[in-house]
C-alpha cells in the first residue's frame, strides 16, 4: 500500500523531467536569450505547494544534472537552485496566500537572482559573461509564471498530490 507521503512522486518527477527537457533543446540562436528558467519555474512551484516534500536536495540535484547536461561548471546551477529553493521555501507562506501577479515579482526577482549568481561565477572563472542573457530569462519566467502555477495546480489537484 502507498504511503499517503509518497502519493504522487512520478508525477513531480515527470514535470521536472519536462522542464529538463525545455531546458536542453535546441532552439534557434535569435531565441536562446529569451528561454526561460524552467527547471527553476517548477523548483519553485513544487517548493510553493509541497515545502516538506521537495527543497534543497532536489534543487541541487536537479542543479547537477542541468551542469551535466549543458556543459556549465560543475555546480553552478546547483548552487543557483539551491539558493532559490532555499529562498523559496523560507517565503513560502507568504507567496502562497499572495495573488499571482505579486507571485510573479517574487518569482522574477528569484529568477534575477540566480541568474546574477551565474554571472558571478561565470566572471569569477574567467569566462566571458552573456549579459544579453541577464533579463531576459527572468522576465519571460516571470510572465509565464501564472501559466506555469495554474498548470501544475491543476496537475497536483488531479492526481491529488500531496
Not at 529538463?20 to 528558467?37: D, K, M, N, S
Not at 528569484?110 to 551565474?118: E, G
Not at 574567467?126 to 542573457?133: N, S, V, Y
Request: with cysteine; charged share 10%; net charge positive.
Amino acid at each position: 500500500m502507498n504511503a499517503p507521503h509518497n502519493r504522487g512522486g512520478l508525477i513531480i518527477l515527470f514535470t521536472f523531467a519536462l522542464a529538463f527537457f525545455l531546458t536542453v533543446v535546441q532552439i534557434p540562436e535569435w531565441a536562446r536569450e529569451f528561454r526561460p528558467a524552467w527547471c527553476a519555474l517548477v523548483l519553485i512551484y513544487w517548493c510553493l505547494a509541497l515545502p516538506t516534500r521537495v527543497g534543497v536536495g532536489i534543487a541541487w540535484l536537479v542543479g547537477i544534472l542541468l551542469d551535466i547536461s549543458t556543459g556549465t561548471l560543475l555546480g553552478q546551477h546547483a548552487m543557483g537552485l539551491g539558493i532559490v529553493a532555499f529562498i523559496t521555501l523560507k517565503l513560502h507562506q507568504r507567496a502562497r496566500v499572495s495573488p499571482l501577479w505579486q507571485q510573479s515579482l517574487t518569482v522574477f526577482l528569484l529568477l534575477l537572482m540566480d541568474n546574477l549568481l551565474t554571472l558571478l561565477i561565470q566572471g569569477a572563472v574567467g569566462r566571458p559573461a552573456l549579459l544579453q542573457l541577464f533579463w531576459g530569462p527572468p522576465l519571460i519566467g516571470m510572465l509565464l509564471w501564472p501559466a506555469v502555477y495554474v498548470i501544475l495546480r491543476d496537475l497536483r489537484r488531479r492526481f491529488r498530490i500531496a
